[in-house]
């Protein structure tokens, strides 16, 4: 049984996501970036900037001090944004302890790679593929630190490791399904986040329910596309890493991606948006520009995805952006 468990960022998900481990019995030793944040962790039992009102396990601990986080690790967990994950496991890469099973929490593709999260972690700390395990699935953080139940999926090339992050996590309000579609559970977890930001722009603008399902079935048949052509298994999308996680964050007020999409809608500019967000991601608005150069370098069609890219850094507006989206070309739903 893996026990000790290092999670490494102390923003929305890390934090929850070390309640459910320390809520399994596991024992959670917290990274996190400022230390006035690993203090109020360690000694209050809260962490009031990110998930405030939600009182911490006591086995729940942390520390500012990467190399007091990571000894003895048998998991090491990476709750950092993907644009910055490449940054921080560089300076993290020395302490991880050997044989330790990585898990990546983040949804992203990273730009100018346009690698995985997964990829990116191969890369940097040297363990193959199959050491990887991926966490997504509708999990929006607030509710899971509530312990509302919620399914996850916990995606490894290598069914042994995810079998063992299962085994470390599951709790009366926390379920993980194992998945070997690594490639699949990590585009639908990056897609969503764009097209959650479409979802949010329809109701900044007023629009209703129609709206919001045409976006989310036809996001879904632009996420499914690029992940076939990638080597996904199609049906990775009707799960909890596909339609699950894209029917959550499109729905859910408490998205950050979905908000953010929101204020934009509303008529706010980028930097108004990213000054409301208080310093936490909204993933989608990098990675509609990532997810973007990787269809097209694989010749995807992703309309969607490209509407939010000249929203987000081309100054379209989104009304614009909206008829051109209903001009396209008309076609075959499956074509
Ligand atoms: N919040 C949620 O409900 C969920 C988030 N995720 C994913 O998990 C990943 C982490 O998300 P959250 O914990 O929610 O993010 P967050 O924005 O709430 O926190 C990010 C954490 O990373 C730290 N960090 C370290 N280096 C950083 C840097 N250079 N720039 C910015 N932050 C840095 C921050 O201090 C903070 O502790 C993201 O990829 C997100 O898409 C996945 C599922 C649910
Ligand atoms: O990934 C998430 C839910 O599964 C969280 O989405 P946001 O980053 O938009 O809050």
Not at 108 to 116: I, M, N
Request: include cysteine; aromatic fraction near 4%; charged fraction near 20%.
């Amino acid at each position: 049984m893996v026990q000790r468990i290092t999670v490494l960022g102390a923003g929305s998900w890390g934090t929850a996501f070390a309640k459910v481990l320390a809520d399994a019995g596991r024992d959670v030793t917290m990274w996190a970036r400022r230390e006035e944040v690993a203090g109020e962790i360690r000694d209050r039992h809260t962490n009031s900037g990110y998930l405030p009102g939600i009182d911490l396990p006591d086995r729940l601990t942390a520390t500012h001090d990467p190399g007091d986080a990571l000894s003895g690790a048998e998991a090491v967990v990476l709750a950092v944004p993907s644009q910055s994950l490449r940054a921080n496991l560089s300076g993290w890469r020395e302490l991880l302890p050997s044989g330790a099973v990585l898990v990546s929490l983040a949804k992203g593709v990273e730009l100018g790679t346009l690698k995985r999260m997964s990829e990116v972690i191969a890369e940097i700390s040297g363990v193959s593929g199959n050491e990887i395990v991926v966490v997504s699935g509708p999990n929006l953080a607030r509710e899971i630190a509530q312990g509302q139940p919620a399914g996850a999926v916990l995606a490894c090339t290598d069914h042994d490791r995810a079998v063992a992050i299962q085994q470390a996590s599951f709790n009366s309000y926390f379920r993980p399904y194992t998945n070997t579609d690594v490639v699949g559970c990590e585009v639908g977890g990056a897609a969503k986040n764009v097209i959650a930001l479409s979802c949010g722009m329809a109701v900044g603008m007023g629009l209703g329910a129609n709206t919001t399902a045409t976006l989310i079935t036809r996001g879904l048949a632009e996420m499914a596309r690029l992940g076939t052509k990638l080597g996904a298994d199609p049906l990775t999308f009707a799960g909890l890493a596909g339609v699950g996680d894209l029917v959550a964050t499109c729905s859910s007020p408490l998205s950050r991606n979905r908000t953010f999409g929101e204020r934009l809608g509303r008529g706010e500019t980028l930097e108004q948006a990213q000054a409301a967000a208080g310093g936490q991601v909204a993933e989608g608005v990098m990675s509609c520009t990532s997810i973007r150069e990787l269809a097209r370098k694989h010749g995807v069609d992703m309309p969607i995805t490209d509407a939010m890219h000249r929203v987000c850094h081309e100054g379209a507006d989104p009304r614009q952006a909206g008829a051109e989206l209903l001009g396209r070309r008309q076609k075959h739903e499956w074509s």
